[in-house]
Every structure is written in C-alpha cells, then in structure tokens.
C-alpha cells in the first residue's frame, strides 16, 4: 500500500511543475491561517494551507481556497479611477495614481485649513489589518474621526476587557479546555476575532464538554450537552443568572474572589437581582437548563467561553461582554492553561503604538463625534456610524465634509442603510479604496484599488491578542493595485506628514519589528514569533487595570458615569418594550447567520463562493411558515417599522416560532446598474440606529434584535 | 480488499464546504456540479432531541457500481483498486448512470453535455497526492483517506475520548 503524507509540498511541485511555493498568511476574513501559495507562469495557481503554522495546522477555509479567483477576478479594480457625472450615475474614468493620491491629499488640505481636521472622517469596515496604518493617518492628520466597526465588533472586548482585567482573554485551546461554552457564535464556520475554528474542533474531539448559546440550532448546537435556546438579545439576563447559581451555591473559585477580584460584595447584590424564575421568563430558557449549564461551566476545570460579534451588535453591548467575562474570571479559568489567557504579543511595536494615538492633539481628542455620548468608545478612539451621518446631513456639532473608506462597505452594513445612502450622497467629497465596485464606492468621487492580500508583504495578525505574529508575503502584483499601507505611506507624504512616515511601507515594517532587533527582510525569512507564554501573570503583578484587580467593579465606567456592574437592559423594540408594535410586527428579527463563505458583504462575485450560496435566504419556523402562507423557497417579504426587503424563505425547526432569522450583507454584484440591487435584500433596510437604541457606553448599534412582520412577495399580477 | 477508500466522519462535519471549494480548485467542473457536495439533514427530532446533522455527498465508488453496468458505451470503469471513473472522452451524456446511481452522486453537465461524478482524484492519487478534499484542508479533519479498516479505527477512538453529541 502507498504510503500517503498531508501537505507534500515536494511531490506538489514535481506532480504539477509549479515555479514556486511561497509561506504566507491569508487574510481573507480579519486574517490569521497559515497558507502555501502554489504559481505557474507568474499567476498563482493553488492555495493550500501551511501545515507548520501553529494557527491552522494545514487547514483551511472555502475563502482562503478562492483568493486567487477573488485576485483575478474580471471585475476587479485595477486602477484608480474617478467619477464623471452625477453620484451614482455609474461613469467613471481611469486615472493616474498621482492625480488620484494628489486629488485626495488636495482635499484633505483644504478641509483641514478650513474646517479643521475633524471635518475629515477616515473609515475601515471590519479589521483587515490595515487599522493600525489608518489610525497613524488620521492622528497625524488631527483627525479623531475614524469609523469602524469597532463600535459593535471586536472593539468592545477589547476596550471592556482591558478595563476589566487589561487584556483580551482568549481560550487557549492549545492546552484543551474541558468544558467549552460557545455564546453566540458558529466559530467552525465564520472567523470571531482572534480564532480558528481548527484548533477548537481539537478540543472536541479531546473530549470537551460543549454547552451552546444560540437563538439557532447550529450543528454546534446540535452536538451540545446542553444548548440554551435563549430569547434574542436576552444574553446579559441569562449570564447573570449563571452568576447567580454559581454565587449561591458556592461554585465559584474563592482563592480568585478573595485576592483578586474588585467590587465581589456589590456584585453578588447584582446578581442576586437575578432570580432563575425572572431569568426564565427573560430569556425563554426553563430555568433547569440555566442551572444544568451554569454548574456544568463551573465545576469542570479548565472552562472557556467562545465568544464573538453576537452580543456586541445590541444594546447590552458592553455589559454582555462585562457578564461572560465575570463568568470566566469567578471561575477562576482566567489565565490559566485551557482557559482563557491574557497572552503576551511579541515585543514589537503594537497596534496603539503604530496607531500614533500620542500624536493626536488633546483638543483634537476633545472633538471626537459622540465622544461625550458613548464615553466607553470614546477613550477607545471608536466612534458612532450616525454621529457621522449626523455630522454630514445636519452638520453638527460640526461638518464633515470628507470621508474616506478604506475596505468599507457602510452602505449595506450599518444600521439604517436609507440615512447611510442619504450621507454619502449628500457628503461633499469621498475617496474609497476596494477591490471592487461596491454600492459605497459607487458613491465616491475617487475609488482607488486595493490589493489583496495575495499582493503584500505584511505582518500578519500584528493586532491580535493571542500572542502570534506571522509574516505574509508578497506573492503577484495584479494591475495597480496597492495596499492601503502602500497608499496611505504615499498620501501621508503628499498632506504634509511625511517625517513620520517612510520611503516605502518596508520601512513600516521595519519600525514595527524594531524592538524585537530585526527588520522585515528578517522576518521575511521566519515562520512567525510568539509572545512569552506565562499563566497566572497576575498572582506576580495583578491585572492591568486601576485597582490591579479583576474588576467585577469596573472603576473606569464608574469614573464614566455608568453602571460599574453589568445589567440587562430590554431590547429596544420586542414583545416586552413595545407591546404595542409587537401586535403589528409580530416576530423577533435575528440578523446574525453566518455563511461559509461570505465575509459579510465580500464575495459575493467569486464564483466558487457565490455557488455556495446563490440567494439570501431567511429562517422561520415550519408554523409560523404555516400560518404566514410560506412555502420553501419562496420569496418573501421581511418588514420592519423602517422598511422592507426580500429574501427566500427556509423553513427550520432549529429557529423558535417566535422568531425569523435572516442573513445580512446581501447586495448582487452581477447586477451591472451602479446601485447592485443595494436595498433589495439589505438587512439593514430593516434595522434602526437612533442613539438610545445604542449600547450607551459603547455606542455599539443594535442592528441583530428587532421585530419584523414577514408574508409571501406577491407579484404583480398575481393574486394570495 | 480496496487499498484506499475516502471516509467522512459524519459527527463531526460542520457543513464548511472547504472540500466543496477544494474539489473545485482541483478539479474546476462547471458552475452548479459539485463533485463533493454538503446538504443539510434536519432540523428534526431524533430520540427527544432536535438533531441537525450535514451530509457529505461524494461518489461511494461501489465495489459493483450501477453506474458502470449502466453505461452503454463503457465509459465508467472500475478500476483493480477500486476507484471507479468516468473516461470523459468516452461519455456521450446519455444520462442513464445518473439514474442508476443509488447516491445520487453523478451529475450532468449541461455545457460539455458530460456526466460528472468525483473520480477520487485518481490522476493524483495516481502520483502518491492525497485527493484535494483529504489533503488535511478540513478544519473539523473529518475527511479521510486510506485504508479503510485503520480509518474506521481511528474514527471508533476518537468517537470514544469525545463527550459532544
């Protein structure tokens, strides 16, 4: 019998006669898995994964697979370009880079001369690694205006974990967690920050014990000891109740509490404001499943909690966050092998550092669009999607006269998606940096094109907190494109703030490698650098935070004005808040499934992904299908108190009849007319983003929990 | 005794679709064939419990395929280490192997008017390459292949050592 090895590099190369293999680092979703990148004849002719690096072990994802038909796609921007006509009038024509670059950094100029900095607004979708690179422009320019996602993504763990305990703690699965609670997230098949779901399917099959939080029965859920089917958004009600069983019944670590906690007595008056009956009749979960779960997370020893997106993108943003990080540190699985760890990043320049937020002048800082509204955010250098909007339609508290996205996509993934389309129709210059030609770009005066990450030297998962760095090299060039790093080194140059900056973006890397004592060319040559692994750093120094405590009692939101201890708040609109509306909008709307895939709005024009996934799809009950008239596969109509959109109908006993769960991030980009069909399916047609409908620290939009009516699309001619 | 077979551990498959994607980077068919292909079985109740499992539909590659008493031209064969492939010089894209097949494995090709189904990458297995959807690309590592006694043990170990459903 022939012997068969995984991954056999050498074989590959003789079998096929490629002309070479090069390491790198995909970065398809926010980044993170090793990837061997196969050529013939100068194009990249296989992507297979890196079996020694220590994030993926070899596999890989359907994303990473398709890079190189998202790199050679036919549609694909491969040079600037600028608008002729009207916004949206779809005429653009092909530029130079110089009057491109030079036409923005005019802009820039000017705006900055005449209405300050601020007026300037720079904007990242969700982290493509490029973050680092945009803060240091936007500071440098005095602009403390950056849109990202980090409002209800990623951004609240990190600033609620480092007032919590200094650092995002993130399970170590290297070591085999025993039991594993994953709170709403389906990590085998999207990418939460941070996580692969390779190494978790590990621990698994080590013999984890599963518990699953999700309104959905994914196939995680399904293989689940116990999965708690909760009312949507009701999250913070169901952590606290497993705080409370766990406080009452002493299962908690008493060596942490008693040394290394702050606030425990105030804490344990809060939960205690959690009794199972009202935590049953919050969250719909019977009150012995609360209390199976929550003595199974703690009596098995290490415990984790997976988390991810689900629970920031609602009003209990960050004290969601606050809870299950309560749950993790009483527990005492905090920085212990198999738990979640506060892992050391390499010594290298970090992301805050890069980010030249010292560069930002305080009286700039004190301009921060809803910097006094969402204090949390604000000390975060985050800010609310509307406060922009608001700052371009009503121009207050100032205007704003510019943005620039930079593989962004607001248009279809921020809350209100009408107000969005309104502000950047109405904004008086945007630049855009794609791959494609989005519904936002299409809006832009100047869309320039971006490289993919089959196109750049950089230093992979430099933002992260789980400890690795990893190289990622240059493979192709494809037309001219560029990577923001690239673009954003030349443009820095051309407004003025070119002492901080470099030659070429090599010299970036270079800066952000210099404390480690080598240079890119260096790391070029190495599979990655980890961070000195230690457990337990806080029994030597505590946690990096005001009192050196885990704080339970979070002093940094007391000094705020908030609530130092985590709380549930009502959802927005839903059957308990507005009673009213919830008779002509009968159905909770759920907007958080992940498609393999897909990366929110990306993708949707690479053949060999789009085929997994031809229409947007909604979830619902076979009775409430029954009862609505809908049959599998129709078309139907999702109808929130702010609009309308359609997408096809699956029927899932795995969904509560109570509630209809529908896929985000669909636009059609075979359409060929400027608009791409933008508000055809648009989940966030439907959704609000009114600032009391935000997480008030945070400012995270809720854009996963409201209520909706839903009925079959009757065509024209056709009768019920 | 077949040499080599392809096994997937159905408990632990995901429905990723990385070895749809992978089957398509190797092999490139047509848009909509799919020569490995996941669907979804469930949501239904199962012994009390809402179960909700994926299936991995791919050529069972029979030790006495219909497929290849079927083809009137003899284009499907099964070859002395069991792999049966279709000779996609010979097809005539009469589609009566689609019928017989008892997997509903075999698709037509309307644009090259073929019949496709997975060859178990035979021209790489052929030159020691493990197929592309086994070459170790599957994050939850369900998919196998091999000698088909060793996979079953390996698949009984690790069900037992598990505490998941």
Known sequence: MQEFVYSNVEREMEVYGYDSVTKSHCRMCHGGCGVLVYTKNGRVAKIAGDPECPINHGTLCSKGIASAQLAYHPDRLTHPVKRMGPKGGGKWERISWDEALDTIAERMVRYKESFGAESIVMGYGTGRENEAVIYRFANLLGSPNVLTAGHFCYGPRIATSIITCGTNPIVDYENHPKCIMVWGNNLVISNPDCYKGEPFSVSLDEGAQLIVVDPRLTRLAARANVWLQLRPGSDAALALGMLKVIVNEGLYDKEFVENYVHGWESFVKRVNEYPLDRVEEITWVPQDKVREAARLFATIKPAAIQWGVAIEQQINCADNNRALMALMGITGNIDVPGGQVLFRTPKIRNVGRFGAHDKLPKEQAAKRLGGNRFRLAGNFAIINPKCVWDAIIEEKPYAVKMLFFISSNPVMTRANAREVYQALEQVEFMAVSDFFMTPTAELADIVLPAATWLEMDYIGDFWKRHGYILPRRKVIQVGECRSDHEMLNDLAHRVGQGEYWWDTFEGGLDYILEPLGITWQDFKKMDYIRGEVKYQKYKEKGFSTPTRKFELWSTKLEEWGYDPLPQYREMPEGPVSTPELYKEYPYVLITGMRLPGFFHTENRQVPWLRELHRDPVVEIHPDTAQKQGIKEGDWVIIESPRGKVRQRAKLSKGIDPRVVGAQHAWWFPERKDAGHGWDESNINILTDNAYETCDPAMGATNVRVLLCKIYPEINEGETT | ?165
């Open chain 2, 1 to 165: 005794m077949r040499p080599y077979t392809l096994i997937i551990d159905h408990d632990l498959c995901c429905g990723c679709k990385t070895c749809e994607v992978a089957c398509k980077q190797e092999n490139d068919p047509t848009d909509g064939i799919k020569l490995i292909h996941i669907s979804e079985n469930g949501p239904k109740m199962v012994d009390g419990r809402l179960d909700f499992v994926f299936h991995v539909n791919v050529c069972q590659h029979c030790d006495e395929p219909p497929c290849v008493e079927a083809c009137a031209v003899e284009a499907i064969t099964r070859r002395d280490d069991g792999v049966v492939i279709i000779d996609y010089e010979e097809c005539t894209g009469c589609q009566v192997c689609i019928d017989e097949c008892p997997y509903n494995a075999i698709a037509f090709d309307p644009e090259k008017g073929l019949a496709q189904k997975c060859n178990l990458c035979y021209h790489r297995v052929d030159e020691g390459l493990l197929p592309a959807c086994a070459d170790n690309i599957c994050p939850s590592h369900c998919v196998y292949f091999g000698d088909p006694d060793e996979i079953d043990m390996v698949i009984m170990e690790k069900k037992k050592k598990r505490r998941t459903v």
